[in-house]
């Protein structure tokens, strides 16, 4: 199937990509995409008139982060077709074409998985481990298994992006995409890309810290699409506190040694783990019926068409 390259945008957060913004939209301009929207989160260092010298349209983002360059994004773009991916030069546009295949084939979304073929050079030790552990994490808490839900590299419908309902102003947009994408129901293709070594400015991610932040979005976002792992794992910690105390007054109580207020604490940790464990299982329980009321009014409604 070929691409319509005119009906593609290439979208591109950027902030101080001065070192490689330039040849990234020329390279993109080479292939023979036209539209290309750089959202520049106001650097100072010139990305911005390099990417226009470039040719292309570069936007200024009135919020701060990479969420809210997206958020802005998705009420400029006016072409049914995006591509999305960083300004730093670690996603190669040779790949472009092989993202957007799945998108005039009927997928909503596609992923880019930079873990396929992970190059240790882009990925340190500490950086491949914790994506994994993540990745691991977001199959736990969403079901589904997007293989790299981190991904910079992302293809989309102009319908699907505005389907979502994106609130995360920084690097949690990603997560919070994979989530909605999922919680909507879009079709999902992850396709494998390469990831090379960020040639131009140092990273603005710091491992330890984003990654609590993305662990802690990842599980924020489950409570309202898998509220039975949300509310369960609360209510499991609770309860399996309980239980290690009720083993701890046991053995007091046999050695004739009474604990009487861990006994009452005992008992209520117990009592408000499985409380707050069936709150899960209530939740999921009516978000399984929203769903197939959901589907029911999609199946009654007629094909929308691209925008």
């Not at 040849?23 to 989160?41: H, K, N, P």
């Not at 609130?167 to 989530?179: D, K, N, P, S, Y």
Request: with cysteine; charged share 20%; aromatic share 8%.
């Amino acid at each position: 199937m070929e691409i319509e390259k005119d009906q593609v945008c290439i979208l591109i957060p950027t902030l101080n990509e001065a070192p490689t913004i330039r040849d990234l939209v020329r390279a993109f301009r080479d292939r023979g995409y036209r539209r290309i929207l750089v959202m520049d989160g106001n650097s100072t260092d010139g990305t911005a008139a390099r990417a226009e010298e470039a040719g292309a349209e570069v936007r200024l983002q009135s919020g701060k982060g990479k969420g809210n360059a997206v958020i802005e994004a998705a009420g400029i773009i006016d072409l049914p077709y995006v591509l999305m991916l960083d300004g730093d030069g670690t996603y190669l546009p040779e790949d472009a074409e092989k993202m957007l295949l799945p998108l005039f084939s009927g997928f909503d979304h596609v992923i880019g998985n930079r873990l396929a073929f992970p190059d240790s050079r882009a990925f340190t030790r500490l950086n491949l481990t914790g994506n994994h552990l993540i990745n691991h994490f977001f199959r736990l808490a969403h079901g589904r298994d997007l293989s790299d839900i981190l991904s910079g590299y992302r293809a989309f419908t102009l319908r699907s992006l505005r389907e979502m309902n994106l609130r995360e102003a920084g690097f949690e947009i990603e997560t919070e995409m994979a989530v909605q994408a999922v919680n909507l129901n879009q079709q999902i293709a992850v396709v494998p890309v390469r990831y090379l070594e960020r040639p131009g400015t140092p990273t603005k991610l710091h491992p330890l810290q984003d990654g609590m932040r993305i662990l802690s979005a990842i599980y924020r976002f489950a409570k309202t699409n898998n509220p039975l792992f949300y509310f369960g794992l609360i209510g499991a910690c609770l309860t399996l506190a309980g239980g290690v105390l009720a083993i701890y007054v046991l053995v007091e109580w046999l050695n004739h040694i009474e604990h009487i207020p861990l006994t009452i604490l005992t008992v209520l940790l117990i009592m408000v783990g499985i409380e707050i464990f069936m709150f899960g299982v209530i939740g999921d329980m009516l978000l399984a019926f929203h769903r197939e009321v959901v589907r029911e009014i999609q199946r009654m409604q007629p094909p929308k068409k691209p925008e």
